[in-house]
């Protein structure tokens, strides 16, 4: 089989989901890359987003913009940039946006107005020398067949049935299928089914598909399961998608083929075993019955079916695990290749994690760090020479820093943030900001941030157990640096892997017990439950997490009221308390053996924590401050830590 080599390809939906990930594919290939794009200034956010401003990696600089909008005649091209088009050996027509509520009047712009667009510009490549290969992604819900193309009046009438937004995909497949005939291109569609975050780490800024039903489960609205155990949510991580169409790209000889990235459903979770897991994961019970797809519809479709806030038209992606779908062509393909061809199953916790997440918090900008997965926990991570880091160097277990060195430079250890309670990775991030000498990784301890729960019977040997599993996730020794429950943590992992701790600083260590006003679990997730803003603040005053009201970041208030919405994060919390304030206190002569090695910061305004005068023979500096200064004084704190060495 030929392969393409410096081809010019054109895509659309370059900067959505699954555009982004095809994206940073096709740049490490030789190709030419023309994107459209609405503007110049979006362009430039998503570069920078992904690293490549002021990028010399000559494949990346083969990657250019074209302004425009798939909704505009002509696609809005100007004259200069449509002339650049016309040079495509290869389309891919991925854009449109996944908004399954939208409108029919903008369905039938972005959907079908775009598809005739597509075609007109395809027929100009054609008269022009001859278009190689136009991909088209559309889902796995498009009914048509090489059977039923011919005669699509039946079709049309029972998708005029169903959501704007399958009816105009759909439209605009059949579209193209017919333009492709007409004027003799090779025609790849790619029906990707709900596409969920990579098989790296399971980041998913698209909640519109598998977080609809994470975010019912978290509300607690799927003690019923739709579908029960003979239907089925058919799942493709974005990454998958990515290699299949970069894969597509590369064939010198395509034909006419449509590609299903679908599982085998029969060796996929029933949606009931599904919904178990999700239940799972976020820590909610799990379901005890079901219902029939349709008769879910139905109700949804009433005004108490809007109150639910659950649209009927995500049932549509729910479907018999007996509907057929040909598998075969995407399979050979992928075996040709050696490509993977699954779900990864492990991955699932982390990408329901993950959607919880971003359900509660939104958008978090991370600007100069990249999610990735160290051993079982999230990770936020940069390197020190500013690139951004590949998903193939954060993917976790055995990946390390792979990062460009100068051979005469000496190597730094890796920086290891670990946060406290009422805290996720993304609040360490300014204090992490301040060593841009360094490779840097925060961590989300299990059941925080984006990391799953480890589902342990012993909730402090679970978080330990997961924190060493990402220490030895790194190549080299790691400089460890813990605040609060971290700084605990930190300790006990010192304990177990010192071979793989360079150095071992403990911001503010929660080595006594927490206060028995923390004992009972259940309490302590009742009240986490009722906590609003007001009662938060007064609550860090008074407990001394902060000196006085201008110490507390808005940012960091906010994150907390956000994190304590998820069920996840609140059971995780209200259990961690209560085992912090259940925890036997060690043996001075065992605790100073904990802390050998160690360097404590501790701040002296904590009055919840008082210092242990057996403790003072470990290396301490203490600060004019309280139990939260790593996040009321990152600046101070990175200046002392240097100070006491990394």
């Not at 025609?187 to 098989?199: E, N, Q, R």
């Not at 395509?254 to 599904?274: I, V």
């Not at 799990?286 to 995500?314: A, F, M, V, Y």
């Not at 160290?374 to 991570?381: C, D, I, K, N, T």
Request: with cysteine; aromatic share 6%; charged share 20%.
């Amino acid at each position: 089989m030929g392969v393409i080599h410096l081809a010019h390809i054109f895509i659309t939906g370059g900067t959505g989901f699954i555009g982004t990930h095809t994206l940073a594919q096709l740049s490490q290939e030789d190709h030419m890359v023309s994107v459209l794009v609405r503007s110049s200034s979006r362009w430039e956010q998503f570069c920078k987003g992904q690293g490549w401003l002021g990028s010399t990696d000559s494949n990346k600089s083969r990657i250019h913009p074209v302004i425009g909008d798939l909704g505009m005649p002509g696609l809005g091209l100007s004259d200069a940039d449509r002339e650049r088009v016309l040079t495509a050996d290869v389309i891919i027509h991925a854009g449109g946006p996944m908004d399954i509520r939208i409108s029919e009047a903008e369905a039938k712009k972005v959907f079908l107005q775009a598809a005739e667009e597509m075609l007109q510009l395809a027929a100009n490549i054609q008269l022009r020398g001859g278009l190689q290969h136009f991909i088209h992604v559309v889902g796995f819900k498009s009914p048509w067949t090489d059977e039923n193309i011919h005669n699509p009046a039946p079709v049309i009438a029972h998708l005029e049935q169903g959501p704007p937004y399958e009816l105009m995909k759909c439209l605009a497949d059949l579209r193209i299928r017919e333009g492709a005939q007409t004027l003799e291109f090779p025609l790849s569609i790619v029906h990707p089914s709900v596409v969920i975050g990579s098989s790296l780490h399971g980041e998913t800024p698209q909640t519109g598909g598998l977080g609809i039903l994470v975010r019912a489960t978290a509300r607690g609205l799927m003690s019923v399961v739709p579908g029960g155990s003979t239907h089925w949510l058919p799942l493709v991580h974005v990454d998958h998608v990515a290699s299949f169409i970069n894969l597509l790209t590369k064939e010198a000889a395509p034909s006419t083929q449509t590609y299903y990235l679908l599982d085998d459903p029969e060796g996929s979770p029933s949606m009931h075993e599904l919904v178990t897991q999700i239940a799972r994961e976020l820590r909610v019970r799990k379901p005890h019955g079901s219902i029939s797809p349709r008769w879910l519809s139905k109700l949804l479709g009433t005004s108490l079916g809007q109150k639910l806030g659950i649209p009927k038209e995500s049932l549509e992606f729910i479907v018999k695990k007996s509907t057929p779908y040909s598998l075969d062509p995407k399979d050979s393909l992928l075996h040709q290749h050696m490509l993977p061809n699954k779900v990864q199953e492990d991955m699932l916790p982390a990408t329901m994690a993950d959607l919880d997440f971003q359900l509660v918090h939104g958008y978090m900008p991370t600007v100069g760090f990249v999610r990735g997965k160290r051993g079982p926990l999230a990770s936020l991570e940069r390197s020190r020479t500013g690139r951004r880091i590949s998903e193939d160097e954060v993917m976790g277990s055995d990946a390390g820093l792979q990062l460009e060195r100068n051979p005469s430079e000496q190597p730094m250890n890796p920086l290891l943030f670990v946060h406290g309670t009422l805290s996720g990775a993304d609040c360490l991030l300014p204090l992490a900001a301040q060593f841009p000498e360094h490779d840097v990784c925060l961590v989300d301890l299990p059941g925080f941030g984006r990391s799953p729960y480890h589902h342990a019977d012993n909730v402090m040997e679970g978080h330990v157990a997961a924190l060493v599993a990402a220490i030895r996730a790194f190549d080299s020794p790691v400089t460890l640096v813990g605040h609060s429950l971290g700084g605990l943590l930190a300790a006990h992992a010192y304990a177990r892997v010192p071979e793989r701790i360079h150095r071992l600083h403990l911001l503010q260590p929660a080595l006594h017990p927490a206060a028995r006003m923390y004992r009972s679990a259940r309490l302590n997730q009742l009240a986490l439950r009722r906590l609003r803003e007001q009662d938060l603040r007064k609550q860090l005053l008074a407990q001394r997490c902060f000196v006085d009201i201008s110490d507390i970041p808005t940012s960091y208030v906010t994150y907390v009221l956000q994190e304590l919405q998820s069920p996840r994060v609140r059971k995780t919390t209200a259990e961690t308390l209560s085992a912090l304030a259940r925890a036997e206190v060690l043996p001075p002569q065992q605790q100073a053996e904990l802390l050998q090695g160690a360097a404590i910061l501790w701040g002296t305004q904590d009055r919840a924590f008082p210092w242990a005068a057996e403790l003072r023979a470990a290396r301490v500096v203490e600060i004019e401050a309280a139990h939260h200064f790593p996040i009321s004084h990152p600046e101070l704190t990175a200046q002392l830590l240097r100070q006491q060495g990394l």
